[in-house]
């Protein structure tokens, strides 16, 4: 993608593309088709509500990990609204129920503290619980919810045979892998967990699927969701985030100058604090457009923002020309973990978001300015 496409857009900005999410939609959409699963949009990732109406003829609902998502994807698409937290405020939990189809909860002291006013609920919300397969393949202990001491599920050795009224199972131990992944831990989960499954009426797999990857085994899913249905006779859900958005978005942003330390040091109106944490976070080094590894191609920059945090750099990248003051670029990968975890240390202006519709088009979503920084404080 040529960033004089978008010449005409002031920068920072993210840029959705119509295109990309409607053919993520579409593959997530042949999985359900094929094996009869649920897929929900793991907002968690991808929460911009004003393409909800792209995605949700592909899936069959949301997933939340709060109340206001909760809303979120109720209000905004519809179909199946499903719900995880750690705990549940008591504060909340009415406005839970009003909005949830299915409520996961993390312990049985919740269950057990809940149950009741759940029973009691106008309408029909099934309820599941959390396990830890204390069995995961995240190398980043951050992501990892299977470490020893995590927070996250029931293990085997604290769960009862009976679960009376509970009606599923839910893990979720897996991050931006393949379905060998999914594969190996489903047995690991059938072995501690399998006595159980044949009691549940629906089997939650999480989120961590990246079945729109180009590399993604989706025949191998496929095999896995089936024989777990067979086999169990439950009702199977996913929830992936990023698969719905991955590689569906961009952020453009402008050089602003040069500094020079030991290598060039180009400073852009983006940050990686401030517009993808991420970066900082897991770390990783996103994508650029037209650009190259250190030393790959004639001029290496360190591409870094312009706040006052010291390790607020993006990474090194080489280009073909010097970058020159006032050149933009693309950042890819753009849609996923960004506008949902964004802030504005340093009083950064939040990027503008706009959504690159498949006729070419240009449609601006949502712009920010300085009360919207003010009104967070």
């Known amino acids: 993608m040529d960033s004089k496409i978008f010449s005409e857009i002031p920068t920072p900005a993210y840029i959705l593309e ?12 042949l999985v359900q088709e094929r094996t009869g699963c649920r897929i929900l949009l793991a907002q968690k990732a991808y929460s911009i509500y004003q393409t909800y109406p792209l995605l ?4 069959a609902g949301t997933t939340a990990s709060s109340l206001y998502e909760a809303r979120l994807g109720s209000e905004e698409f519809g179909g199946e609204t499903h719900i995880f937290s750690p705990a549940y405020k008591p504060s909340e ?5 009003s909005v949830c189809d299915h409520i996961v909860f993390n312990s049985l002291s919740q269950w057990e503290r809940y149950h009741g006013q759940t029973q009691a609920a106008p309408r029909r919300i099934s309820c599941g619980l959390r396990i830890n397969p204390e069995y995961a393949e995240v190398e980043t202990d951050l992501y990892n919810p299977c470490i020893p001491g995590s927070r996250m599920g029931i293990r085997r050795c604290d769960l009862p045979e009976e679960l009376p009224g509970i009606d599923g199972l839910h893990f979720h131990t897996m991050c931006e892998q393949n379905a060998d992944t999914l594969a190996r831990t489903l047995r690991v989960v059938e072995e501690k967990f399998g006595s159980l499954l044949y009691g549940m009426k629906w089997f939650n797999l999480g989120g961590g699927h990246h079945i729109t990857r180009e590399d993604y085994d989706l025949e191998l899913l496929i095999s896995e969701i089936c024989r777990i249905r067979d086999r169990y006779g439950v009702e199977v859900y996913l929830e992936p985030g990023e698969a719905a958005a991955l590689n569906a978005g961009w952020l453009l942003t402008e050089v602003l100058d040069f500094v020079e330390n030991d290598c060039r040091i180009a400073i852009l ?9 991420d970066v900082l976070e897991m770390p ?12 790959e191609k004639p001029y290496t920059y360190r591409l870094a923002a312009p706040t006052c945090l010291a390790g607020d750099v993006i990474g090194d990248y080489s280009f073909a020309e010097p970058l020159q003051t006032g050149d933009r670029l693309l950042f890819g990968d753009m849609a996923i973990y960004t506008m949902v975890k964004n802030n504005t240390f340093n009083g950064m202006p939040l990027p503008s978001i706009w959504l690159h519709g498949a006729d070419g088009s240009l449609k601006l979503l949502r712009q920010f300015g300085f009360e919207d920084f003010k009104s967070r404080l």
Not at 18 to 29: F, G, H, M, P, W
Not at 93 to 97: C, E, R, V
């Open 18 to 29: 119509e295109d990309a999410l409607l053919k993520n939609a579409r593959r997530l959409s």
């Open 56 to 59: 949700k003829p592909y899936l």
């Open 93 to 97: 939990f009415a406005g839970i129920l």
């Open 269 to 277: 109106d983006t940050s990686a604090a401030c517009h993808m944490p």
């Open 284 to 295: 990783y080094r996103p994508p650029l457009e037209g650009a190259g590894r250190p030393g």
